[in-house]
């Protein structure tokens, strides 16, 4: 799959305000900072499409993007685990991402970000059994890989699989948006979701 064309389809808060159910739609999830944005930035070959930041919490909204001329869409999610944020806030946008994932039809599956360098979180853990009860796992992304040396690559991913409680068969790809690497991938397994999704008969 190639991506070549990209567009901000819609922003959103509230279910009103997401763009009508069309074509297969795959989210990007993860704790904040993580580089969900930044991976839609590299995925598509822009540089600002998605807003990214150093300090975590850029993301506020949930951003639908539409792929190659509405062929398919990637939806960029806010981020979880983000402490400066006051606890009443954390569960509106709990709830809000929450409202998206259950609620829409047109959703494949959803990629867990996880940065290679640490054991998942117990909020990534939490996110990856809710998105396996629902039905929604997907691919795990190992983003910011260029930290980790070529050799720990392997062992650095399945310490994510095991943290998560992952199986063997779920597929960890290993992301770098500074050295542009695992985008192929990546872009091959997300193409497959969408095939076995619209083969199941879903769109
Ligand atoms: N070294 C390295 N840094 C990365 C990589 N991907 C993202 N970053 C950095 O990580 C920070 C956060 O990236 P974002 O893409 O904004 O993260 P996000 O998951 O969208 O964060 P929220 O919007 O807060 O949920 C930025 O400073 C990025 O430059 C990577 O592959 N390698
Ligand atoms: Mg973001």
């Known amino acids: 799959m190639r991506i070549v064309r990209s567009d901000l389809l819609q922003i959103a808060v509230r279910e009103d305000q997401y763009p009508p159910e069309g074509p297969p739609e795959i989210a990007f999830a993860g704790r904040s900072n993580v580089g969900k944005s930044s991976l839609l930035n590299l995925l598509t070959g822009r540089k600002a499409l998605a807003r990214v930041s150093g300090n975590p919490g850029k993301t506020r909204t949930i951003n639908f993007y539409s792929i190659n001329g509405d062929e398919f869409r990637i939806v960029d999610l806010p981020g979880y685990g983000y402490a400066r944020v006051s606890r009443s806030e954390s569960e509106k946008w709990g709830a809000m991402i929450e409202r998206y994932l259950t609620g829409r039809q047109t959703l494949t599956k959803v990629v867990l970000l996880c940065d290679i360098r640490h054991a998942p979180s117990a ?39 095991k943290g998560l409680g992952a199986s063997m068969d779920t597929v960890i790809v290993p992301v770098s948006t500074l050295k542009k690497t695992g985008t192929e991938r990546l872009l091959s397994e997300m193409a497959k979701l969408i095939d076995e999704f619209a083969e199941s008969g879903n769109v």
């Open 123 to 161: 909020q990534d853990v939490q996110m990856y059994e809710w998105l396996t009860h629902y039905g929604l796992e997907g691919l795990i992304a190992a983003t910011k890989a260029d930290k980790v040396g070529r050799s720990a690559l392997g062992r650095s991913a399945e310490a994510i699989r």
